[in-house]
């Protein structure tokens, strides 16, 4: 069992659909990231909770809305998304004051 | 504007050669460079990362070169393996910033042929 640990891989959703992606990081982290990898630009930051709350924000579009329920778990709401967001979503998990980030191995997402 | 710049975009590279990837940036508030490889399917994972107090860091047959007035730093893989084909990202984060807010190059995707 992996570190940190997301669902589902692969998720396709029609524009007007409701989905959620889920981490779960097994590490004993407090600090949680989602982050978006696709073909076209950098890795990029979106949001960033440590001991459950968010301190950043990314300028993130609100048809992406996060959960951080506890410091274990992690969610990425989605709704209303444009096929431009299709891309691997990385979750993943440090100590807030620590040097080292853990990456879950990520959800591919098709916006069709 | 793009805060590291990472070449190759792609690498080919024999069995038992080196591999060289370069990174450039810069903003000077950067002290935090580390490299990450990730293979197909797989999340990145931190490979080995550097600090610019030091010019070099040595882990293995993976080697980061840190060059402060140049702005610049790379990756050296010795003896490079079929088994090191990955895409490889260089990152840099900022001094007293959240600490998973690193700033991404493109990537490398390096090849090693038997």
């Known amino acids: 069992e992996t570190g940190v640990t997301q669902t589902p891989r692969h998720l396709v959703m029609g524009m007007t659909n409701k989905k959620s992606l889920k981490c779960e990081q097994h590490l004993g982290h407090n600090a949680m990231y989602w982050y978006k990898q696709s073909a076209k630009k950098p890795l990029e930051l979106m949001f960033v909770y440590n001991f459950k709350e968010q301190t950043e924000n990314n300028s993130v579009p609100s048809r992406f809305s996060p959960e951080c329920p506890n410091s274990s778990h992690l969610f990425l709401h989605l709704h209303t998304l444009q096929p431009e967001d299709s891309a691997l979503y990385l979750c993943a998990s440090s100590q807030v004051s620590g040097n080292t980030i853990y990456f879950g191995e990520g959800s591919w997402l098709t916006v069709v | 504007q793009q805060q590291v710049k990472q070449s190759p975009q792609s690498l080919i590279v024999q069995k038992g050669g080196i591999s060289i990837i370069n990174c450039a940036y810069e903003n000077t508030a950067f002290d935090y460079f580390p490299w990450y490889q990730q293979f197909p399917g797989k999340g990145p994972a931190l490979l080995i990362a550097?600090?610019?107090?030091?010019s070099e860091k040595k882990e293995g047959r993976f080697t980061i070169s840190f060059n402060k007035s140049a702005k610049q730093f790379s990756l050296h893989i010795m003896d490079s393996q079929p088994g090191d084909s990955a895409t490889y990202f260089c990152?840099?984060?900022?001094?007293?910033?959240?600490?998973?807010?690193?700033?991404f190059g493109r990537g490398t995707q390096l090849t090693v042929w038997p």
């Open positions: 550097i600090r610019p107090d030091v």
């Open positions: 990152a840099a984060s900022i001094r007293g910033s959240t600490l998973g807010r690193l700033y």
